[in-house]
């Protein structure tokens, strides 16, 4: 799939999330941190109704679909995206493959890009074929013996890919599926991801894309 056609509907979305303005002090001072809750009621924070992440609800959902429908570059790129993943419809689904004896990031960003694809096309027509696929790939992903945390930058990636397949497919999947995808987040993601926390060193304590991502 290219990815500049996701660059470009992400943009999108994030617009959507963002308000359609951009936010800062306008003064050129640094802008104060975030004022977080007690850790205990973080969760009763969160919007009450789904996605979650880059598009906000289902309020950001119709403005996604508005952009879409009532802008021509807009539904230029959306075409092309729907015509990049009926053709990608054919591959097989992401296999576990470290090709150099270092790095599976081909094949987390590989997921990535295809769960992003395919989430964009099912917030905006809804239709179940998109599903169906972002299920396979995400259940071949989940029977990888780990997502390779010798090289972090891998289980990241993985782990934001199943973030977004959780979120905005979230209505489509029963319970059972739900708990699949939590389950690898948490087992092949988090955990490996709190043993780095643990040791205080590497990417935990870097200010490099490590980090962020």
Known sequence: MRC??????????????????ASG????????GP???????????????????????AAGVAQLRGK?????????????LRADVAEAASRPPVE??????????????????????????????GEARHAERAWVELDA???FKDWNP???????????????????????????QRQRLRAAIVELGLKPGLKVYDKGGGWAAGWNNWNQV
Not at 68 to 80: H, N, Q, R, S
């Open 4 to 21: 500049d056609l996701f660059r470009c509907l992400g943009g999108v979305a994030v617009l959507v999330a963002a308000g359609g303005q």
């Open 25 to 32: 002090a306008s003064d050129g001072a640094a802008p104060a």
């Open 35 to 57: 004022s977080l809750p007690p850790p205990e009621r973080i969760l009763e924070t969160l919007r009450k109704d789904r996605p979650f992440l880059l598009v906000p609800g």
């Open 68 to 80: 879409i429908g009532g802008d021509p570059l807009c539904a230029e790129w959306f075409a092309a």
């Open 96 to 125: 576990y493959r470290i090709p150099d004896g270092k790095r599976l990031l081909s094949v987390s960003r590989e997921l990535k890009s295809r769960l992003e694809a395919l989430g964009l096309l099912y917030l905006v027509d």
């Open 141 to 143: 992903a989940a029977k």
């Open 150 to 176: 010798s090289h972090f930058l891998d289980t990241a990636e993985m782990a934001y890919g199943f973030a977004i397949g959780y979120d905005w497919f979230h209505g489509a999947w029963d319970d059972g």
